[in-house]
């Protein structure tokens, strides 16, 4: 093949430079959620489809990557079967003709294509952690304790139609408690967001509403029933206005009179402590409102002091209403051009009713690794020195030479130090070249001189001052 | 669906607890290869097919899992274009029938199903590390500083038929040198090989072979063209012994001047140093036999005193013959009952050839970092504290005094140390048996009593003692 190889669209290779940027965002939010007493949890990048089918819309469905069962190729998976069934129900022996009414009863979509699909690719990549996370907890209540608090870090796959952004492959970072109804679990997340980033040297404004202000918001428009619409809309008041979003809701059949009955929501001000009161005023007819408003108020009161964060009361907010039932959290960063969330979650009553195991309540964060990526290489945010490349460089200037430095390099890797020696004897610029691609500080140079005198020439790369120095020295110069 | 969930065969779910073990293992091979210079590098899960057939052999090709394109589904991808094309070129509406000359053209295998393949699925999961290495170093030779020393930590999937020990999801640890024909990336890579298993307490023993020895041998025996099938069938001595081997020889058309001008490679003895010299005597007509010698003889007496592996000569040893051109490694534990090898490798010459770029020697190794782990385990060596699990958990009586662990939840977190609250008002035996299921040492008790007394009860959930401390004794007594 000499074509110039390449990946599939949406997908991505991440070079040392990008894989050490990122190792110190999955670190960094991996460390706090251990330190907040999750555990970690890996589950198989396929799953069977019909673990995972159905559970994410009718979209989603399509989103889903199919993989071929037990990784025969479509010509036994899939044609071989079916050649085999016709051949059996035509009675006739393949490849001769079959009849044309059996040939219309192969050519008739619907459960003939269903059943190919299910014998030739039942297997699908996982499309979120969250699913398989549930799957998970049913396959072994048995074996945990409850609340169960994992965290998971692992690539997940979607179908969808690569765009700046969005991506194929990407990397989601979940931590969720589940078995706990207790709104210190909500508590809990919003300052484990506030440390990650206070870690990562961010500001962010934490968003949060509650699923059930917006029922109660629907009810006391006396529109209950559109309530999916009603929220649907609402969620886009960000990005189309005010105007738009009543239009919006108009289509769908919601009266003229709710509209207006939602008015007061679009004139909402000020902070939480402002907003309470209207809300209260307002909502005061529907008791789940007003449930869902002491709850938010519980979180207000209770999560004490944040470092990098502005908690903020959202009424728009919605995402993915589909599942969440209780809290619903975004995050945005206060810095940088990026408009759009970094960072997701909430709580959903029954998680794992799906899978057969009912009345668990669930609440869950998720950060977006990539954005977050994106956004601290803009603001230039990532520590100048991400660890874990070579710290000194061995010239190598031959073989007797390479022979003395190869003793030093066993003394400096046994002192924690990152080394290494160049291979071959090459040129000194080439090796120095190498050195400055590799961003390695330092370069030690023993030539023949250096091997007769029993120094080591060492290069500071970034100044360029040349020292020589004794064996015992050198440690302490490069540290 | 009331079925119990399942995941696919050969895939498996990880647990907190086999989370950590993994996760000392991955850990610890990745400091280890930081410390040597070895850079991340990742790649996409999902590669274009036409990028890894080809690339395993037949047996590979087969055990590929096949991706379908975009996500479609078969009745979108596969079987509706098959249908528009048939009603395109049978110029009948679909779903009606087909003239018995169409479908008999379709009914023909061969370049259809080719065709339907293609555009069907067009997606393969990562069969290895290496074929995207590869890819990845031809995509990006323009950027890369070389020698290009890359460590690579990532699943891998193959469609083999399960069983113990072996997964369809598995993950592979590999650290590759390309663009150095250099003998010292040799010398370290078994220094790198030591390093890990000092640092993992496992006493292990590294084999070594040079393919240009095999060759010799194939040689001075008359049977060059054989070397395929005497190497295949030597790789079995372990297995299946001397007269099984010479068996298999025959069978393949060794003739039998051959296979007894073979019989001084079984009758080897000794340390490298005793069966150097019988080497170079029984090989000394092939010049390339003579230059593996000379090779190994270099990294024998280069790579100066190892800590936890005993390196050996074994000219039986051939793994992947298939591509390696020089060194050959392999390291089987030396406790515990496992039989197979835990990390293989060896140099390759012309690695990025297939995808067009010549004459790119490189050297590599893998950890099977799933044996390591059944090894380690079996031989109870993994460290008593795994880390990253909670070190106190405080149980919650109620909500006043959740709101007083809360203030103190905060504090010992921000020491860094990993501490949760209980979310619930739940049942002490409850609280306590959570505590155990996570194996969590201390456990605070802040009661009505302690409370007013301003005290908190710390309880040693190992010895079962309990003793009452002030906040700011808190922290000195849980470390």
């Given at each position: 093949m000499a074509t110039k190889p390449s990946i599939p669209k949406g997908t991505r290779d991440f070079g040392p430079q990008e894989m050490l940027r990122r190792k110190y965002i999955f670190n960094t939010i991996e460390k706090v959620f251990q330190k907040y007493g999750y555990l970690p949890l890996e589950t198989p990048a396929m799953e069977n489809l019909e673990t995972l089918l159905g559970k994410y819309g009718l979209e989603g469905d399509r989103l889903i990557f199919r993989v071929l069962k037990r990784g025969a190729s479509l010509h036994e998976s899939l044609l071989d079967p079916v050649m085999n069934n016709l051949v059996k129900d035509a009675k006739v022996t393949a490849p001769t003709l079959l009849l044309e009414e059996e040939l219309a009863q192969v050519l008739r979509f619907g459960s003939f294509v269903e059943d190919v699909q299910q014998k030739a690719a039942d297997g699908a990549l996982r499309y979120d952690l969250t699913v398989p996370f549930a799957r998970y907890v049913v396959q072994h209540q048995h074996e945990l304790a409850f609340p169960f608090k994992r965290y998971q870090i692992q690539p997940v796959w979607r179908a969808d139609r690569p765009q700046k952004g969005r991506y194929r492959e990407f990397y989601q970072c979940d931590a969720d408690v589940i078995g706990s109804t207790s709104l210190l679990n909500e508590v809990e997340l919003v300052q484990l967001f506030d440390e990650v980033f206070t870690q990562l040297g961010l500001q962010v404004v934490i968003k949060i509403n509650d699923r059930k202000v917006l029922s109660g918001i629907a009810a006391v428009c006396g529109q209950s029933e559109k309530v999916v619409d009603i929220v649907t809309a609402i969620d886009k008041l960000d990005k189309i206005g005010r105007e738009k979003v009543e239009e919006e809701m108009r289509a769908k059949g919601v009266s003229d009179?709710?509209?207006?009955?939602?008015?007061?929501?679009?004139?909402?001000?000020?902070?939480?402590?402002?907003?309470?009161?209207?809300?209260?005023?307002?909502?005061?007819?529907?008791?789940?409102?007003?449930?869902?408003?002491?709850?938010?108020?519980?979180?207000?009161?209770?999560?004490?002091?944040?470092?990098?964060?502005?908690?903020?009361?959202?009424?728009?907010?919605?995402?993915?209403?589909?599942?969440?039932?209780?809290?619903?959290?975004?995050?945005?960063?206060?810095?940088?051009?990026?408009?759009?969330?970094?960072?997701?979650?909430?709580?959903?009553?029954?998680?794992?009713?799906?899978?057969?195991?009912?009345?668990?309540?669930?609440v869950g964060i998720s950060f977006g690794a990539d954005r977050i990526h994106d956004v601290l290489l803009e603001l230039n945010k990532f520590p100048e020195d991400l660890g874990s490349s070579t710290r000194l460089l061995f010239a190598n200037?031959?073989?007797?030479?390479?022979?003395?430095?190869?003793?030093?390099?066993?003394?400096?890797?046994?002192?924690?130090?990152?080394?290494?020696?160049?291979?071959?004897?090459?040129?000194?610029?080439?090796?120095?070249?190498?050195?400055?691609?590799?961003?390695?500080?330092?370069?030690?140079?023993?030539?023949a001189d250096e091997l007769k005198q029993g120094i080591i020439t060492v290069k500071d790369m970034k100044s360029g001052e040349q020292k020589a120095v004794k064996e015992d020295e050198l440690i302490a110069l490069i540290t």
């Open positions: 009179a709710a509209i207006q009955g939602i008015a007061p929501l679009f004139e909402l001000k000020g902070t939480w402590k402002e907003q309470r009161p209207q809300l209260e005023k307002w909502l005061a007819t529907s008791e789940v409102a007003q449930q869902g408003l002491k709850d938010l108020a519980f979180v207000f009161d209770t999560v004490g002091p944040l470092k990098s964060a502005a908690l903020e009361f959202d009424p728009t907010l919605a995402r993915g209403l589909d599942y969440y039932t209780g809290a619903i959290f975004e995050v945005k960063a206060e810095e940088g051009s990026l408009q759009s969330s970094i960072c997701g979650g909430g709580r959903y009553d029954d998680l794992t009713g799906i899978f057969g195991l009912p009345n668990m309540s669930g200037f031959g073989e007797e030479e390479a022979k003395r430095c190869l003793q030093l390099l066993r003394k400096v890797r046994a002192s924690g130090i990152a080394a290494e020696l160049y291979p071959d004897t090459a040129k000194m610029a080439r090796q120095f070249k190498y050195a400055d691609a590799k961003a390695i500080p330092f370069v030690a140079i023993i030539g």
